[in-house]
Every structure is written in C-alpha cells, then in structure tokens.
C-alpha cells in the first residue's frame, strides 16, 4: 500500500495537479482545464489521471489538499445564496450605511457595493446588549416568534445573525439560531460571533453575511469534492487551503467559507518559500501569473506578511489573509481598444473555454497568450507536452482583426503594443507592495511561476532593476504544490476594551483561557495532537482616544506569572515608536482584543530528485521577439533533460510541460540542484542599484 500525498488547485483557467509518493520520492504532475460549470469536475479527472501516472491506487491516498476559487467567484458572480440578516433593532442598514465613505470621493456615479442582503430580507429583532456584553434589553419572545414567521414567508436560504456588541455576549445569536434552527431546519445559518468575534459592527456584518452567502455554495461545491474522492476509492479526507497561508479541514470550511477566498494564490506563496529555502533565497517577491490574475507577494526573511483583513466585492472582509495584492493580468486576458482608441489589456480573461484564440477551441478574442505566440515566445505546435494543439492562424487573425487593423499595425506590432501594456500593469502590481510601502524591489529577488510566470518575469525584474529571477522546478505546478508544504492553521480573536493595569489583571487572564477553550475544542474536532501545536498569542493594544491598534505579540506563560501588565506596556511602547517614531509612555494603554494563532505541523516532504540527463537538451531553434533586440534567432531547450549545474546564456527558451520560461539576451540561467533556475543579470550595472 502506497503512501500518497496529493494536492489540486483550482485557478480559473487551468487546474493543477501534484502527487507525491512519500515511500519512493516521487513525484507526479498533471494539468488540465478547469471546468468552469463545476470545478469539482476539473479535480476529480485530474485526481484520477496523477494516479494513472503514477500507477498508485486510489486507495493510496492518504492526504488530498485543495485551493479553491468557488468562494471567490460566487461573490463577484453574483452566484451566492438568497441571504438574509437578523439584526438588533435600528441596524439593520449598516450594511448600506457603512462608514459613509464614498469609495471615490468625487465620483457621485460610483455604485455602492451589493449589500448582499437586500433591505426586503433584513429583519430585525428587539434586544439590546452594551459593550461590555450586559443585557440592557432582553431577547423578546414575540419578536423572536414573528421573526421565524418573517424568515418562513422569505425566499432567502441562509441566515446572517449579527447583534450589537455580541462579540462580548454571544447568548443572544445562539438563542435566535437556535430558533431558525428548530423551526426551519433547511435554513442555513451562521452567528457574527462565531464568524468574526470582534468589534466594529459594519466590518463584522459584512464579513458574516458574505459568510452566509457562501455556505450553500461551499456546502455543495465540498460535498460534490468529498463524494468524487470517496468514489474513487481514496480514504484520505479532503483539506481546504485558506487565506491564511494554512489549510483546514472540509467540515470547517463549510462553517467559514470567507477563510478561503485566496486560497490558491496563498498556496502559492507557501511554496516559494519552500523554494526559497531550497536557493538560499530568503528575500523574493512573488510574481504567480496564471490565466485570468496575477498575484504579487513580498517575502521577507522567509516570511509572508499576515494582514487582518481584505475587501472582496467592494465589502471588508474581517479575516487573517496572506498580504497578496491582484491584478487582472494573466495569460488569457484580452486585448481591446476603449473608445478614445487606445489599447488596453484586462481585467477580461478568456477563461478555459473558449480561450484565447490560439486555444482553438473557437475563441475569437486576441488574449496575451496569443500575443506570446505571435512574437515565437510559446510553442507555435503544441502545449501540455503536446496534448494541447495550437491554432497560430487563429491568433494572427484574432491580432489582426481585432487589434492591428483598427490600430493600422501588423499582428506581431499588435502582440509587442500588448506584451508592453501587460508587463506595465504588472510591473505597477509590485510597486504596490515593494515601492509604496518603504520597500527597494532591486533588494529582492523576483520569484516567478504559475503557467504564464516565466514568459513575463525576466523583463519585469529588468524594468524594477531586479537582479535575480528564480523560476521554481514546477512553476506553472507551485500552488497546487504549496498544498502540500502547507500547516493545518486556525486564528481565534476574542475583543475585549479595557486598560491594561494590574487592576484588570483578572479580567485579561479570564479572557486568555476563554481562547485557550476555542483552541482546545478545535484541535480536538480536527484529531490534532495539542502537543506538537505552536501557539502564538498576540494582543491588540493602542494609547486611550486612539481609533487604531498595533498588533503586540506576548509569552503565554508571562499571563501566569504575573508580569504580562509591565511586558505589554514596554513592547507596545517600543513597537509604537518603531511604527511611528515616538511613544507616549505617560498615557494609558488599553487592549482591545486577544489572539491566538495555532498551528499544526505539516507532513514533511522528500526532496524533489532532478535526475540528470545525457546530452544538453536542445530540441530546436525559432525566431523570438526580445525588448533589446527584435526578432532574434533562439535556441529551444526541454527543461526536463537538462541536468543539474546546466548554465545557459541568453536568448534561450526552456519548454516544459506546464510552462515556458523565456531567457532574454543579457541574462543567464542556472539550474541549481533542486531542479530550481537561477536567472542573473550580465550587465555591469547589476552590481549596483540601478536608476529607477
């Protein structure tokens, strides 16, 4: 019996595979498709053909992982639930009232984000709790009773309950969904306390009714997954990867499916940190380009930053997220004109089907993938190691048409106009995170995969006057790889408004065992050994007045020593002053909430062998366009077969099953042991930073 890991991520245009037989260090790849109707079907096919590959049973399985863009695209599809709110009476438009902020502030035409819940499915009940969780008015019965029969008469499926104040009381929300519960037992229902147990109402409203939304979807979507697994005979059961760089178990990400809206893009920064190791690169920016997004990440001393929220559909989601930033650039984004005549290039992607043109699968519409084509960057035969045919007639036709003649330039002048636009909506993507915030990009190397990744990444890092590419061994494979490097993770929070004083000393240690009681109940639903969990507690604390905290990590065991009060005083003023160059160590402090993190370790993978090869893997020769010198006579080579310590100058083209990476003239590339590239800069001017 076989002792098989496997991971699966679902992207909008293609579907990913790994399969890693642990007893033999081997490891298996495939790619296909995503079916776009039910992506479930996309991961069952491919479960089943890396098995085929590597002649294992199904029964083999004894890990399957899976990043996910269900969540993700039924919120900005609009394919989510009928979902109604339950609030506390004179709330229920915080939804639509927010923070009374325009999101352009001279824009009066922008719309508003979807509330999600109409004002026709939000009702309200009378009850009142304080902010330290005291009933000032009580749950009543009658409006209890009246709200089931309000529910009972809508055509809503799931249930948001979000009450004032109940992150500090939560007796109210549980007695209301145990209500719905008995009365309307089809009726899918989540509590904000449960979901996100924190203050600011709007931030936790919204957060639970997108929660809501999704748990029907996610509820069909895992239970399909799951039963697809089961059939074939795997026993493993089915992990979902979050947006916390963690993954977690099926069952609770149908109770949270907001954790998951990066999922995959989080995958992929997981692996690059694996691959980071592997070169000794502990300083990267992420660069994943796939068919439809780009998902851009800074990596510093081997570490992702963590932020605490993200906005998904114009709406604040109050949720630990890897700090990925995403553009609407990808291989399959389309080429158009606006109307002032200029040539622009996404966010539209073409998708799996049809694709762009050069798919031929019948798509029409010039996409950046054809542009690659046109200019001899991708195969003009064949993809996926040749099981994908390419139409190089359709792309010059969807070029011409579509870009060139109205433009009065030829098809491979319309591919270079497209490339330049796309690389630009690229190269500002890693400003954002790199320039923005106080960030050099020339201090950091650029870490490239996902399918369209390598084609791109040598010109952006020359345009941020970055010296080093790493391309991985499998980059158009790293997410769905990233799977299985990833730990099993969950994030508690519990708020909590109150000085920090030996006064309150109690109070703090009662709050800090109310989280360790989550933690505790948790690892015992997922079957996880408390023993070998890291735990990570955190407080947010800030100076009395102020409306915003700093995030101050502390030791578990200070809380029962005594001296958490004077530890929490001297790092929050530290922190304040690293943050805001002073630190006010006569005014109050107050905390506002509590944290723990808690993490399970992953299984540990065998290295990845990169056998070597006889001869230097050349297959060939073809025109391809570079930036620095036009169309240039370029050697092909198959990625596969060229062996550990290979160096190769540019112009090159390195072919492999699920991508192309592109060696541009000036640089060159190395492959290192692990299987990983190592592309530098010849120039003299890479011993230096460069004028940006």
């Not at 893009?265 to 780009?294: E, H, K, L, N, W």
């Not at 139409?391 to 330039?409: M, Q, T, Y």
């Not at 001869?615 to 006579?633: N, Q």
Request: charged letters at 20%; aromatic letters at 6%; hydrophobic letters at 40%.
């Amino acid at each position: 019996m076989g002792n098989v890991l496997v991971g699966i991520d679902v992207g909008g245009t293609f579907t990913d595979v790994v399969a890693i037989d642990r007893d033999r260090a081997e490891y298996h790849y495939f790619k296909l498709p995503s079916t776009r109707e039910n992506p479930a079907d996309a991961a069952l096919e491919g479960l089943s053909r890396v098995l085929e590959i590597a002649g294992e049973p199904a029964s083999s399985v004894k890990a399957f992982s899976h990043g996910t863009t269900v969540a993700t695209n039924a919120i900005l599809e609009g394919r989510y639930a009928p979902t109604q709110l339950v609030s506390t009476a004179g709330f229920r438009d915080i939804l639509e009232l927010a923070r009374q902020r325009r999101p352009q502030l001279w824009n009066l035409d922008r719309p508003k984000p979807d509330p999600i819940a109409p004002r026709d499915r939000r009702f309200e009940v009378e009850e009142r709790l304080d902010a330290s969780g005291s009933v000032v008015t009580p749950l009543s019965a009658e409006s209890l009773r009246r709200l089931v029969e309000n529910l009972a008469r809508s055509d809503g499926r799931t249930v948001a309950v979000c009450l004032l104040h109940s992150y500090a009381n939560p007796a109210h929300e549980a007695a209301i969904a145990e209500a719905i519960k008995q009365a309307l037992p089809d009726m899918y229902v989540c509590c904000s306390s449960d979901v996100v147990g924190e203050f600011r109402e709007y931030e936790r409203f919204c957060s639970t009714v997108l929660n809501a939304a999704l748990l029907p979807v996610m509820g069909r979507y895992l239970g399909a997954l799951e039963d697809g697994v089961r059939d074939q005979g795997a026993p493993a059961g089915v992990t979902v990867m979050q947006s916390n760089g963690g993954t977690m178990s099926a069952e609770r990400a149908r109770e949270r499916p907001i954790g998951t809206f990066l999922s995959g893009p989080a995958a992929g920064v997981v692996g690059a940190i694996a691959v980071g190791r592997d070169v000794d690169t502990p300083d990267f920016v992420t660069f994943d380009m796939g068919g439809t997004s780009t998902d851009v990440c800074l990596v510093e001393n081997g570490r992702a930053p963590i932020r605490r929220d993200q906005t998904v559909g114009g709406m604040p989601v109050r949720t630990p997220t890897v700090d990925i930033h995403t553009v609407g650039a990808g291989g399959g984004s389309i080429a158009w004109i606006d109307d002032g005549g200029l040539l622009k290039v996404g966010p539209k992607s073409a998708g799996a089907r049809p694709g762009p043109a050069c798919y031929g699968h019948g798509g029409t519409q010039p996409a950046v993938s054809d542009a690659n084509v046109v200019l001899g960057r991708l195969n003009p035969v064949a993809l996926l190691n040749g099981r994908m045919k390419v139409d190089l007639p359709a792309a010059h036709a969807a070029l011409s048409n579509r870009i060139g003649d109205p433009l009065s330039l030829d098809a491979e002048q319309a591919a270079i106009g497209i490339l330049q636009i796309v690389n630009a909506n690229m190269v500002q993507a890693i400003r954002v995170i790199s320039v923005e915030r106080g960030y050099d990009p020339r201090d950091f190397a650029l870490m490239a995969f996902g399918g369209a990744g390598p084609l791109h990444a040598a010109e952006i890092a020359e345009e941020l006057g970055m010296r080093t590419v790493v391309v991985p061994a499998r980059p158009g494979l790293l997410c769905a790889q990233g799977l299985l490097h990833s730990e099993r993770r969950t994030d508690f929070s519990r708020t909590r408004i109150m000085p920090v004083t030996q006064a309150t000393l109690a109070d703090l240690r009662t709050l800090i065992e109310g989280i360790d009681e989550e933690m505790a109940a948790w690892s015992t639903s997922e079957a996880l050994d408390r023993e070998a969990l890291t735990l990570r507690y955190a407080a947010d604390m800030r100076y009395v007045g102020q409306d915003f905290e700093l995030l101050i990590p502390f030791d578990r065991a200070a809380v029962s020593g005594g001296g958490i009060v004077d530890d929490l005083h001297a790092s929050f003023h530290r922190f304040h002053h690293e943050h805001y160059g002073y630190a006010a160590e006569g005014k109050p402090v107050e905390l506002v909430a509590v944290r723990l993190t808690a993490i399970a370790p992953a299984t540990p993978l065998p290295a990845a062998a990169h056998a070597p090869a006889d001869g230097d893997g050349r297959t060939g020769e073809r025109p391809v366009w570079f930036k620095s010198t036009g169309v240039t006579a370029t050697p092909v080579y198959d990625r596969s077969r060229l062996p550990a310590g290979t160096r190769l100058e540019g112009p090159a083209l390195l072919e492999q099953m699920d991508s192309t990476t592109v060696v541009p003239p000036g640089m060159t590339a190395r492959l290192a042991a692990s299987g990983d590239i190592v592309m530098t800069r010849n120039d003299a001017a890479s011993n230096g930073k460069d004028a940006q």
